[in-house]
């Protein structure tokens, strides 16, 4: 059995491995979780995630639908992963989708895509509803529907690796080049959906070791009091 090399797991936890990170390339964080960057704007990567079941073979991936992204899941395919689901945290996220949805499934396999049911994109394809956890529940996964912007956005907390949140975009993390490691509420586009987004984070409750935004550095190896202060300052005042 490969041994992990405590160096390389330490290396891989920082921010300074994912800002020197090749876009358009899985790079390992911790234990069967991959993340990849993709497309740049405003000197920005967006960020998105693949989940590696314990089987080896099944796969999900978390946001992945931008044109840096493709070549990266071709190569899933070829390497014989099964891609189980494309999961779009929130409708934001196809404003940077290199096809319709019908392509992005057919180029991962035929993979289901999984959204909130109360989508705004306009999309004929047939997407699965995100919220119903029993289509998740293999990965360990817990879905939670936020407001989010114009009310159709959901986070993701898995129990694997000591608990493991995805924000998609309703958590942001410091920049790269910054010193700093805490986490804001995006700029929302009414106050109702602010005040709905801060509500929702004063309720959450599931411990997390883990925390992986779209944008900005993630966190890791968060204790108890780091998770508290995390979710004390994204659910106080504005965004």
Known sequence: MKTVDKMEVLHSQSAEFIAQAEPGKFHKLIPDIFIIKGDKKDGIYNQAYAIRHINRRDIILIDMVEESTKKAVKKLLEDGYNIKGILITCDDIMKTAYADLKT??????????????????????????????????????QVFDLPGNGGASVILHSDINDGMLFTGEDAQGSSYSSDLNTFKRPEMKNKNDDYGLAESWRAFQQPFAYLFPRKGKPGFNLEEGHQTDILNSLSSGSA
């Open 104 to 141: 992005i499934s057919e180029d991962a396999g035929g993979a289901p895509i999984f959204a909130h049911p109360r989508k705004s994109f306009n999309d004929s394809f047939k997407t699965r509803d995100i919220t119903q956890r029993k289509n998740l529940k293999e990965f360990g996964l």
